[in-house]
T-cell receptor
Framework: AQSVTQLGSHVSVSEGALVLLRCNYSSSVPPYLFWYVQYPNQGLQLLLKYTSAATLVKGINGFEAEFKKSETSFHLTKPSAHMSDAAEYFCAVRRQGGSEKLVFGKGTKLTVNP | ETGVTQTPRHLVMGMTNKKSLKCEQHLGHNAMYWYKQSAKKPLELMFVYSLEERVENNSVPSRFSPECPNSSHLFLHLHTLQPEDSALYLC?????????????FGNGTRLTVT
C-alpha cells in the first residue's frame, strides 16, 4: 500500500527566503504525486502534480517540486516566500494502474515571517 | 461561482439531531467524494461516487449516509452523531476516476457535535 510522510508539521521562514517542504512516499509501483495547499477556512487547492513525465514539475504561485525516485521524495520548493504563501500544504500519492484512492500526508503548516 | 460549493459552511448539532450537508459541483465532473479532516490527522476518504453510483465506502459508520441524486450533487446525511465526529467535512470532485485526475475541493463544512 502506498503512504506519504511529510517531515515537519510546522515550517517557519522569513519573507523572501527559500521554502522547502519535504515529502517522502512509499509505493510498490510508480506513483502519481500531488501537492495541495489549504488556506485558512478553505478547501484544498491543487498546486502541482507529477504523472511520470518530467521529473521537475512547475505549479502555481511559483512553486515547483522534483520527483527523485532514488530518494522516494517529492519535495516542494519556492525560491522566495511571500506572506500570502502562509497556509497548510499536503503531499498526496496515488498509485498508477491501481485504486484511485488518494493517500494524503498529515500536512505541513507554513508560517512566513515579515 | 466557485467550482465546488458546500453548504452550510458551519453547523452545530446535538447528538440526537438529523442534518444534511450539501455539495454541488459546476465543473461537469463525473466523480464526487466526501473527506473528513480532523486536527492532526490525515484526510480520511469516506465515500466515492462515480456517475451517481457509490464505488467506495471506507468503513464509515452508518450514522453517516451519503446520497448522490445526480452527477452534480452530493449529500451527506447525519444522524445520532458523536462528539468525535466534529471535524471539517470536505467535498471534492474530479473529471473521472483515473489516477491522474486531480481533485477539486469545496471550502468544507465545519461540523461541531455537542
Amino acid at each position: 500500500a502506498q503512504s506519504v510522510t511529510q517531515l515537519g508539521s510546522h515550517v517557519s521562514v522569513s519573507e523572501g527566503a527559500l521554502v522547502l517542504l519535504r515529502c517522502n512516499y512509499s509505493s510498490s509501483v510508480p506513483p502519481y504525486l500531488f501537492w495541495y495547499v489549504q488556506y485558512p477556512n478553505q478547501g484544498l487547492q491543487l498546486l502541482l502534480k507529477y504523472t511520470s513525465a518530467a521529473t521537475l514539475v512547475k505549479g502555481i504561485n511559483g512553486f515547483e517540486a522534483e520527483f527523485k525516485k532514488s530518494e522516494t521524495s517529492f519535495h516542494l520548493t519556492k525560491p522566495s516566500a511571500h506572506m500570502s504563501d502562509a497556509a497548510e500544504y499536503f503531499c498526496a500519492v496515488r498509485r498508477q494502474g491501481g485504486s484511485e484512492k488518494l493517500v494524503f500526508g498529515k500536512g505541513t503548516k507554513l508560517t512566513v515571517n515579515p | 461561482e466557485t467550482g465546488v460549493t458546500q453548504t452550510p459552511r458551519h453547523l452545530v448539532m446535538g447528538m440526537t439531531n438529523k442534518k444534511s450537508l450539501k455539495c454541488e459541483q459546476h465543473l461537469g465532473h463525473n466523480a464526487m467524494y466526501w473527506y473528513k479532516q480532523s486536527a492532526k490527522k490525515p484526510l480520511e476518504l469516506m465515500f466515492v461516487y462515480s456517475l451517481e453510483e457509490r464505488v467506495e465506502n471506507n468503513s464509515v459508520p452508518s450514522r453517516f449516509s451519503p446520497e448522490c441524486p445526480n452527477s452534480s450533487h452530493l449529500f451527506l446525511h447525519l444522524h445520532t452523531l458523536q462528539p468525535e465526529d466534529s471535524a471539517l467535512y470536505l467535498c471534492a470532485s474530479s473529471q473521472d476516476r483515473r489516477v491522474g485526475s486531480p481533485l477539486h475541493f469545496g471550502n468544507g463544512t465545519r461540523l461541531t457535535v455537542t
